[in-house]
């Protein structure tokens, strides 16, 4: 392996780089990440960062450098690496299938496997489909419902269901049938609304999509508990409830995407525990295995898996045993170390230290987030919540880094989603740096 700095930044030149524009490649070049240890990385300038992103995609949830992960992954390597599709499966897949049905809540207790989160939804969106013409509940049934702001993924179908506009932006047509709705947001909505107002006019709007594209040629409707487009938006506590009964009024199967919440993220193993109803169909993928092993899930109810005689899907890399048994390893430490618990405990002691720390900055508007899964949203002006329409959010993401951390600017807000490994001290640096980066951004531009 050619891994000096050096050689890694040469060779950087062939790899595409998603979502980054050219210019803004050109302007700072890559991040090259050349080891890591715990919560901390070091780059290819021999930086050391404190990583309050869990890798970007807050996929790395365990940190860097665990030796328990990579021997589980070893060990089933040189055992039986991998067993195919089909028929075939392995005992690490079969065992993660039953850990999963345990873990999740209420009757979601049948799973097939993915390589992450994109391909999840895919499945999902077919499973609700055959489920509902092989049921003969509704043979005709193929259109898909989702919500502004959503991300479900970058492949085809996915991407139809998304409305991210960094990656929505690809010549249409997407696949026909996906249309959206309004997605609830507490702090700021698009008409200024209070948010009870703001809530029950986005399930007004649910309902009237249903029965204008037809109840009976309605499939599924997906989105995310807590959205991240803005930074976690947590939608009223009502919201979720009227969903789950529209759904049910018009036979639509709900399905929940955990991809970025399940795992202990948002302080709950999942947080479809925290919205007190039960999907048809939970996605996840991410942290489950923890950056580690590429590998995401969909849990169907028992009545979905049944409803199905023939599942006419696959994919080559479905169950994989290394990362069915990287993921059964995540599970044990997660449990063992209890960082759900810590998650949710320390999250809630670190979200106040934020408020402390800068709640009542003239540009701070919204602290917000569970667990290890916090957002800290911008406004140009405190009264009217305005958000800010210059890049005034990522030169303090940019300052942050230079400082020493790295978090992740998302439109109007800084989202930070730690490892659930990081300490007291590891945050409460976070919120030190954050804070720093934070004044000095606003002093330098008179705010
Ligand atoms: N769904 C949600 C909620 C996500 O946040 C993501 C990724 O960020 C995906 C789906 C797509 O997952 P992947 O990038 O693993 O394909």
């Known amino acids: 392996l050619r891994n000096s700095a050096h050689d890694a930044e040469a060779s950087a030149r062939h790899l595409i780089f998603p979502l980054v524009p050219r210019e803004d490649m050109d302007a700072h070049g890559p991040s090259i990440l050349m080891s890591g240890s715990g919560v901390r990385v070091t780059d290819q300038h021999g930086t050391t960062l404190l990583d309050m992103m869990s890798a970007t995609t807050r996929a790395g949830s365990l940190g860097y450098g665990n030796r328990e992960i990579a021997q589980a992954m070893y060990d089933q390597a040189v055992t039986m690496h991998y067993s195919g599709a089909g028929r075939n499966t392995n005992a690490a897949a079969a065992e993660l299938a039953r850990k999963l049905a345990e873990i999740t809540p209420g009757r979601l207790n049948r799973v097939t496997f993915t ?86 006019i ?3 709007h649910l309902e009237r999509q249903i029965l204008l594209e037809d109840p009976e040629l309605v499939a599924a409707f997906i989105g995310e508990p807590f959205q991240q487009a803005n930074g976690v938006q947590i939608p009223m506590p009502s919201y979720w409830k009227k969903v789950r009964a529209l759904c049910d009024k018009y ?59 023939h599942f006419r899907h696959v994919h080559t890399y479905s169950g994989h045993a290394i990362c069915c048994a990287a993921s059964l390893k995540v599970i044990e430490i997660m449990e063992r170390e209890k960082l759900v618990e810590n998650s949710d405990v320390l999250g809630r002691e670190w979200q106040q230290g934020m408020k402390d720390a800068f709640g009542d900055h003239p540009i701070v508007g919204d602290i917000r987030g569970r667990g290890f899964w916090q957002a800290v949203d911008f406004t140009a002006d405190k009264a009217s919540r305005a958000a800010f329409t210059d890049d005034t959010v990522v030169a303090i993401a940019r300052r942050a880094r230079e400082l020493g951390v790295i978090v992740g600017p998302i439109g109007t807000a800084i989202e930070i989603a730690p490892a659930l490994i990081a300490t007291r001290d590891d945050l409460a640096l976070c919120t030190r740096l954050l804070r720093q980066a934070i004044s000095e951004v606003a002093l330098e531009r008179g705010l």
């Open 251 to 309: 036979g639509i199967v709900l399905i929940m995407d955990e991809v970025i919440t399940g795992f202990g993220r948002a302080g709950t193993w999942f947080a479809t525990e925290q919205l007190g109803i039960e999907p048809d169909i939970l996605n996840m993928a991410k942290s489950m295995g923890a950056g580690y092993a590429p590998i995401g899930a969909v849990v169907t109810r028992d009545e979905i898996a049944e409803g199905i005689s």
């Open 202 to 204: 986005c399930i007004a």
């Open 115 to 200: 390589s992450g989160g994109s391909e999840a939804t895919e499945t999902a969106l077919k499973i609700a489909k055959q489920y509902l013409q092989q049921s003969g509940r509704k043979p005709r049934a193929f259109k898909v419902i989702s919500r502004w702001s959503a991300y479900h993924g970058a492949t085809m179908g996915a991407l139809s269901c998304t409305d991210w506009l960094a990656v929505r932006d690809v010549p249409d047509p997407r696949v026909p049938g996906h249309s959206f709705v309004a997605n609830p947001m507490r702090y700021r909505n698009p008409y200024g609304l209070d948010e009870e107002t703001y809530s029950d």
